[in-house]
């Protein structure tokens, strides 16, 4: 069992940043895919960015390539998300997820998800 928790969303102004943070519970997090998704109000949940076990692969959605990194710290059983440039299109509740393989067009799938944490871009 993984539980997980986000927290650094809020309110930023466009070409603003905040930075996301995943905490795990269970001793198993490094072993599972870490991935974080968002969802706009009457959209679809969408792939945001995943990253590997260890750290050494991390894959983006081409909406936020460039301006967002992924990361984690399976010391501190922790994932964080750095989102700079923020436009008033990555307004969205942003969801953190745990899979031994996190696919992208299939979040349907995924075995853990957190809550959830609002990010507001205002233009």
């Known amino acids: 069992q993984v539980q997980l928790v986000e927290s650094g969303g809020g309110l930023v102004q466009a070409g603003g940043s905040l930075r996301l943070s995943c905490a795990a519970s269970?001793?198993?997090?490094?072993?599972?895919?870490m991935g974080w998704f968002r969802q706009a109000p009457g959209k679809e949940r969408e792939f945001v960015a995943r990253?590997?076990?260890?750290?050494?692969?991390?894959t983006y959605a081409d909406s936020v390539k460039g301006r967002f990194t992924i990361s984690r710290d399976n010391a501190k059983n922790t994932m964080y998300l750095q989102m700079n440039s923020l436009k008033p299109e990555d307004t969205a509740v942003y969801y953190c997820?745990?899979?031994?393989?996190?696919?992208?067009?299939?979040?349907?799938?995924?075995?853990?998800w957190g809550q959830g944490t609002q990010v507001t871009v205002s233009s």
């Open positions: 997820a745990a899979d031994p393989k996190i696919d992208g067009n299939n979040w349907h799938k995924i075995d853990y």
């Open positions: 269970g001793r198993t997090f490094n072993r599972y895919q």
């Open positions: 990253i590997s076990w260890n750290g050494a692969i991390t």
